[in-house]
């Protein structure tokens, strides 16, 4: 048995949890904050037997797509000959982060 963690973008959620209830998996929700753009995340819990684990990545990998957005930087102090961009710059949002644990034991009570 393994206890998955995955953070995933908020945007992600709906599609992530439909995918885990079509499949049968089990999941714990908890909404989060943070990363460099402070933008709404959610965190899930899984808790999956070994031989599910590659189905379980597919189902992350198919519905936590990484995107692009335009975000504006703040404005840092900076130091003579440092380079501060004008406009908006592009970033990768969304994917998936995933920590994949060992269960010593689990009880359904």
Avoid: H, W
């Amino acid at each position: 048995m393994k206890l998955l963690i995955a953070i995933i973008s908020s945007r992600d959620t709906n599609a992530l949890l439909d995918a885990l209830n079509r499949e049968e998996f089990g999941a714990t929700l908890v909404n989060s904050k943070g990363g460099f753009l402070r933008e709404g995340n959610a965190t899930v819990f899984v808790g999956v037997e070994e031989d599910r684990l590659n189905r379980l990545f597919g189902l992350i990998s198919q519905t936590c797509r990484t995107r692009t957005r335009l975000m504006s930087p703040s404005i840092p102090a900076i130091e003579s000959g440092e380079y501060l961009p004008t406009g908006p710059v592009e970033v990768d949002v969304g994917g998936a982060t995933v920590f994949v644990l060992p269960v010593e034991r689990y009880e359904r009570i």
